[in-house]
């Protein structure tokens, strides 16, 4: 379980608790900012634009992702309220972009600490060496989540993203979501997608980072 992370490696337990819970966060609030953007209030109605996680993951996905390192968030959105042909693909696609957006600064901020760290006269400390560590694991992390959310299944990003691309594939999510089909299909998805989606990740970060570096 992922909570014997606290006591064999906690550095690597807070690392990830902070950067999911941070990225989550930032995610559902893309989703919230380009709905708005497009015409649907329902997240400021509901109040859900703040920075609180338990607004955007709640009590059950925090305790999930302390003792299984799962977590899950949400953003209310009324589809019907959206404005434009793609505006329900465009709300999709703000939680992997901003998934993208956090690696790619993170690891910005490692590249340059990397390549001039040297100078500032603190890179072998304790504190240098946990916070380069946790620019790694936001870089890694959100890479993976991008990843994961593009997955056109539901619930996830990809799925609204297809389906306000694709009209057959839309009914086709409709008859699987009437027959519990779904379900069963995330749950494949979700049971065998790590065996591609963390190497991806990890690939994709140290490209980037390799990239930013210069090497």
């Not at 337990?13 to 649907?40: P, Q, Y």
């Not at 709640?58 to 992702?65: K, N, Q, R």
């Not at 329900?88 to 957006?101: C, F, Q, R, S, T």
């Not at 069963?184 to 990239?211: H, N």
């Amino acid at each position: 379980m992922f909570i014997e992370e606290l006591w064999n490696n906690p550095r690597f337990f807070w690392a990830v608790v902070v950067t999911v819970v941070v990225s989550i966060c930032l995610h559902e609030l893309a989703h919230g900012l380009v709905a708005i953007w497009r015409g649907d209030h329902t997240p400021i109605e509901q109040h859900r634009l703040a920075p609180n996680p338990l607004v955007h993951m709640g009590p059950l996905s925090l305790i999930c992702l302390l003792v299984s390192g799962i977590a899950w968030g949400a953003m209310p959105i009324d589809r019907t309220r959206l404005r434009g042909r793609h505006a329900e693909a465009l709300v999709a696609l703000a939680g992997p972009v901003m998934n993208v957006l956090i690696a790619v600064v993170a690891l910005g901020l490692r590249a340059i600490w990397q390549r001039f760290g040297h100078d500032w006269g603190f890179t072998a400390t304790t504190t240098a060496r946990d916070l380069k560590y946790l620019l790694w694991i936001f870089g890694y992390v959100n890479f993976g989540l991008a990843i994961f959310n593009m997955i056109p299944v539901p619930p996830l990003d990809g799925s609204h993203i297809l389906a306000s691309l694709s009209p057959g594939y839309d009914r086709l999510i409709q008859t699987l979501s009437m027959t519990g089909g779904t379900i069963v299909l995330f749950i494949l998805v979700f049971s065998t997608s790590g065996k591609f989606l963390w190497p991806a990740a990890d690939a994709a970060a140290q490209k980037v980072l390799d990239f930013m570096v210069g090497r």
